[in-house]
């Protein structure tokens, strides 16, 4: 385990309080389950850790990503309602609901990754894991993919703004579109994007040839991976790229989205990690840039996995040691949350058993990274 590392969490009890509606994948639940799993482990009192709960963004702080008249219809969808042209915004549909409180819930995550962002910036904390964030498919005027707000475009926005240089890592199975999009004519942001092939799965871009435009030319690098594809060929992908890139592109900051849909159990994708791609992920990032972290939760759909995966991202994060059995008031409240039929009692995943699938995964990987060599990305 590395060094120890002083650290924040950023995370709210009112979180739970919102609900996209009882049929909805996307639970708030799984950021109380995750906090639960943290407390069980004690790693919210080590030396140096800190939390601190988040307020709202401003409407001049999302204004930098989002629409005027978006934000109004935000608004509008506030009360529960549903009212004329909610569809324009992407507002109302089976992914995006519109719930009551739903632009509170969108700017209260929003002031999370703000925070995180600022606080790690100004070197207040080397690390910042902002869990309840990571919506990275919101647009300039339009919900996506059950985000409303683009809580990491605007963290990132804030930033630039101020002169720093960042690297953001998405390592969710869908690709992160919103913020490609929000950063991509820029070269003050690096974004660098592996998930699963847009020809498989949503939002259906992230190909190798998103590159970026004008003076964001050759700040985008997208790596789609087949279905089936497990842990080495995530980590040779990760390992193809990132050490490279972080090397040239040198960032002030490390933004990442750590994402879980990509996982086994995972309803909504198609991939086959572990826990040990992201074990990989983040003692990579710790190894090769030295300068400040911020992490935000994402995709994840299946309620333990997130839980596990976060609090290790966590332990990670901040150099503390997790002991791999499943504390029992952690076990408690798994199965209070309708996840009483998970029978995995440790934190880490353990050794998968190979799959027929992977052969052609690492053989489209081989594809993608010839092409990413010819482009000179990488």
Not at 150 to 156: G, K, S
Request: glycine letters at 10%; aromatic letters at 8%.
């Amino acid at each position: 385990m590395t060094e120890h590392t002083a650290g924040l969490l950023v995370y709210s009890p009112l979180y739970r309080t919102f609900s996209y509606g009882p049929e909805h994948p996307l639970r708030p639940t799984r950021l109380y389950l995750t906090h639960t799993l943290m407390k069980a482990y004690e790693l919210l009192d080590g030396s140096g850790v800190r939390m601190l709960e988040p307020e709202e963004a401003s409407r001049k702080e999302l204004l930098r990503v989002h629409s005027a008249s978006y934000l109004d219809a935000l608004d509008m969808a506030n009360s529960g309602e549903n009212f004329p042209e909610s569809l324009t915004w992407g507002l109302g549909f089976g992914d995006n609901p519109i719930f009551a409180g739903v632009r509170d819930w969108s700017y209260l995550v929003c002031g999370g990754s703000l925070l995180a962002l600022r606080e790690v910036a100004a070197g207040r904390s080397k690390v910042a894991f902002h869990t309840g964030g990571g919506f990275h498919h919101a647009h300039y005027a339009k919900a996506a993919g059950f985000c409303y707000v683009n809580d990491i475009a605007v963290a990132i926005s804030e930033q630039v703004e101020l002169g720093q240089r960042i690297l953001y890592l998405d390592i969710d199975a869908h690709h992160g579109d919103g913020v490609q999009e929000a950063f991509y004519s820029s070269d003050k942001v690096m974004t660098i994007s592996i998930h699963e092939s847009p020809e498989h799965l949503f939002p259906g871009t992230g190909y190798v040839h998103e590159l970026g435009e004008k003076e964001g030319a050759g700040y985008s690098v997208n790596v789609p991976l087949e279905p089936g594809a497990a842990d080495s060929t995530f980590i040779e992908a990760f390992e193809s790229v990132l050490p490279s890139v972080i090397s040239s592109f040198s960032p002030d900051c490390v933004v990442m989205q750590l994402g879980v849909d990509s996982m086994t159990r995972d309803p909504l994708a198609h991939l086959s990690l572990t826990t040990r791609s992201l074990i990989h992920v983040l003692g990579r990032v710790r190894e090769l840039h030295t300068g400040p972290i911020m992490a935000t939760g994402g995709g994840g759909y299946e309620m333990d996995t997130v839980a596990r995966a976060w609090t290790l991202a966590w332990g990670i994060l901040t150099g503390q040691e997790i002991p791999d059995e499943l504390p029992e008031a952690y076990l408690k409240e798994r199965a209070r949350y309708g996840a009483s039929g998970v029978r995995q009692m440790t934190i880490r995943d353990p050794e998968p058993e190979p799959l027929p699938e992977e052969a052609e995964a690492r053989k489209a990987l081989e594809g993608t990274l010839r092409s990413l060599r010819e482009y000179g990305v990488i």
